[in-house]
């Protein structure tokens, strides 16, 4: 099976960001414009409140956004959530769902996650779904079952695949530093894929499996350099447009 899906580099703000850190954006386009990414498609997930006036600054560059999370509705009296059409509207291409901040701060479950990945295609998103294992997980053997059960239960049977993306995030190396070592990287994004292959019937070499957790300027190139990882999304390092275009970079 042969694959060449363009690669993604997405930026993941978390609760990080004010209208100071446009400037940040406003970097990023420049030098994404510029061709600093090279063949690689950037998107910036900010905070929703900067969703708005991230489009304004991205209008007319080649970066597009994403918010972090949606809800399954498209409106209704939900307190403090948002939509996927809400997103939309305030100029996101992309959503993340099922990050492991959400499954393990907010209780999501794969039901949930799934449901918001099917509303991020009703509202024409195109969903990045987070999966990945905890360090007890990883440690007891079970890294692989659990990340099948994950894709199981979290993707839609009904996503078409220009709107789905999967990010391999294990728990235990986001924010921490560490990461997993290029072979356990390497095996578990053949895994995904397969795992999709059956699902999407042979169609998986066009979707892009993402790794993240700990992509920083000094490991990009080898991490995204392993088979079948066709981008990366990046947390703290993509808070600094010096840092993230050094990991965009990478496909120059
Ligand atoms: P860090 O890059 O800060 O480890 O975060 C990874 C992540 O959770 C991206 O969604």
New binding site residues.
């Given amino acids: 099976m042969t694959h060449n899906p363009r690669p993604l580099v997405?930026g993941?703000w978390?609760m990080h960001g004010v209208r100071e850190s446009l400037g940040e954006v406003s970097e990023i386009c420049a030098a994404v414009a510029g061709g600093g990414a090279g063949e690689a498609e950037v998107v910036i997930c900010p905070p929703a409140t900067l969703l708005m006036a991230a489009a304004q600054i991205c209008a007319g560059t080649p970066v597009t956004l994403g918010g972090q999370y949606c809800h399954t509705q498209p409106s209704g009296p939900f307190t403090g959530d948002i939509s996927a059409e809400m997103l939309k509207d305030a100029g996101a291409s992309y959503v993340?769902v099922g990050?492991?901040?959400r499954r393990f701060g907010h209780n999501e479950s794969n039901a949930s996650v799934r449901e918001e990945a099917a509303a991020a295609f009703r509202a024409g998103l195109t969903a990045i779904v987070?999966v990945g294992e905890t360090r007890a997980e990883r440690e007891a053997g079970h890294a692989l079952s659990v990340v099948g059960s994950q894709l199981a239960g979290s993707v839609p049977k009904a996503l078409s695949l220009e709107s789905l993306v999967i990010?391999y995030?294990p728990v235990w190396?986001?924010?921490?530093?560490l990461t997993p070592t290029p072979q356990d990287i390497a095996e578990m994004h053949r895994f995904i894929r397969g795992r999709i292959n059956e699902q999407l019937l042979g169609q998986a070499d066009k979707i892009r499996i993402l790794y993240?957790?700990?992509?920083?300027p000094g490991n990009a190139e080898e991490v995204m350099g392993v088979e079948d990882v066709d981008g990366a999304?990046?947390?703290?390092?993509?808070l600094t447009a010096k840092d993230f275009m050094a990991i965009a970079g990478v496909y120059r």
């Avoid at 190396?173 to 530093?177: D, E, F, M, Q, R």
């Avoid at 999304?233 to 993509?238: E, T, W």
């Fill in positions: 997405a993941n978390k993340i990050h492991s901040e987070c990010a995030e190396a986001i924010g921490t530093g993240g957790g700990s992509v920083k999304l990046v947390g703290g390092a993509s």
